[in-house]
């Protein structure tokens, strides 16, 4: 069965710490991953997408690994703010043949807190 | 400006009545969805189109119905059927080009 975990669900960090998100996955045929933020209330923001052919992506204060071989993606996020304070989800977006745009799975979320 | 456009941001109904969210969207983008997030449950998808005229059941489908009369549009009727309507929907579009998820701001819709 195809899954996306994601650890931990909670995290509380003072402001400025280095932190890592963790997303995990049970197949290796993946045909991208994506990372999103949401805050309460609202939609969802695409933050970074890895194609199955990288191995990072980086925007800003943020960086995305991808290894396939191990089913597991780290979302980085160096010197954290307040405002980074949100839920982040991860989605594996599953290989498919012929014209299918292939079937996306959510990970559960890691809720961030960031205190000043 | 391109994007996805939800409407009503709120919504609220009384019990047994139907009840059409909208989705539109600027992007050009041939597949849209329609999830719903409750509190706890992550989210589930409820229908996808990948074209124009043709859509497909997701995860919960029953007591929902759509229509892809147009690219840009995709809207989503709660009927009475729908045990438990009172939840948070999500319009998202893929892009072809490396199917990429963009999504709509939501709508909260309250049945009692």
């Known amino acids: 069965k195809q899954e996306v975990t994601q650890i931990p669900a909670a995290l509380s960090v003072p402001e400025g710490e280095n932190l890592v998100l963790n997303c995990s996955f049970t197949d290796s045929a993946i045909y991208n991953l994506q990372w999103f933020r949401q805050d309460p209330g609202k939609g969802l923001t695409s933050l970074l997408l890895i194609q199955s052919s990288q191995r990072e992506q980086t925007s800003g204060r943020l960086n995305a690994s991808l290894d396939k071989s191990s089913g597991r993606s780290t979302l980085y996020i160096a010197a954290s703010q307040p405002g980074d304070s949100a839920t982040y989800l991860c989605?594996?977006?599953?290989?498919?043949?012929?014209?299918?745009?292939?079937?996306?799975?959510f990970g559960q979320g890691t809720i961030l807190t960031v205190h000043p | 400006d391109g994007g996805i456009t939800q409407s009503p941001k709120y919504l609220f109904r009384k019990e047994g009545q139907n009840v059409t969210l909208s989705c539109e969207q600027n992007l050009n983008h041939d597949a849209m969805y329609w999830y719903r997030q409750d509190p706890g449950q992550g989210l589930r998808l409820i229908y996808y189109s990948q074209i124009v005229n043709d859509f497909q059941k997701g995860d919960i489908a029953e007591g929902y119905s759509v229509s892809r009369e147009k690219k840009e549009s995709f809207p989503l009727t709660v009927t009475s059927a729908q045990k438990n309507p009172t939840a948070f929907y999500l319009c998202a579009t893929t892009s072809w080009q490396g199917r990429e998820q963009y999504f709509g701001p939501g709508t909260r819709l309250t049945v009692t």
């Open positions: 989605a594996v977006r599953w290989n498919a043949g012929g014209t299918s745009y292939g079937k996306l799975t």
